[in-house]
């Protein structure tokens, strides 16, 4: 019997770099491919570099190190049907398991034990209406939610659907993250980044408890680096 396998583009040991678990030593399994293409997107090589892996070998390689603390990352994960047998066999070997996500998937599809990392993308974000909006009624405290800020649009939209949806209090924490880099979005007009000042001062005016949010392994290692 052939052994259940993943497109995997690369596996790698670092310092997490976003969520409320941000600092911490993690294993990542980056699996190969997404439907969606940000303006922003800082992993494309994943959309199509990466070679077919067995879960097996996939839990031997992540074995090497010793944390427990695992982030199964894309692309988009949830586009391959076997990533829910990975999950499954990292949860029972102990291991903590957090996905992230675009949502652009079934989010309910997921073992309860999951710790979900779902980036809803904003209007201008090259990926807008992607999200399933009956997601939103499967998300849980577990749960954290992102929206990467391109401009004063994107900000005053999140702030509309995290109201709309109650995500400040239905989940673990709401993140809001300027963008670093991108490419050719038109509702830029060519400014390439938000700076976290700005983005910051937006959130303090609005009076919520939205986390502001930086990639912190951007600020550690170059930011183009891979496997960190």
Known sequence: MREEQLLVNEIFHSIQGESTWVGMPCVFIR??????RCHYCDTSYAFQEG???SIHSILQEVQEYSTKLVEITGGEPLIQPNVYLLMDS???KGYEVLLET?????????DSRIFRIVDIKTPCSGAAD?????NYEHLTTRDEVKFVITNREDFDWAVGTTLKHALLTKTKAVHYS????????????????????????WILSSGLPIRMHIQLHKYIWAPQLRGV
Do not use: Y
Request: aromatic share 2%; net charge negative.
């Open 31 to 36: 699996l190969r491919g997404c439907p969606l």
């Open 51 to 53: 070679q077919t892996q």
């Open 90 to 92: 990292l949860l029972d």
């Open 102 to 110: 675009s949502g652009e998937r079934d989010l309910s599809k997921c």
């Open 130 to 134: 992607s999200f399933v909006e009956a």
């Open 178 to 201: 300027p963008v670093m880099e991108q490419e050719g979005n038109s509702c830029i007009q060519g400014v390439g980044r938000l700076e976290p000042a700005l983005l910051s001062e």
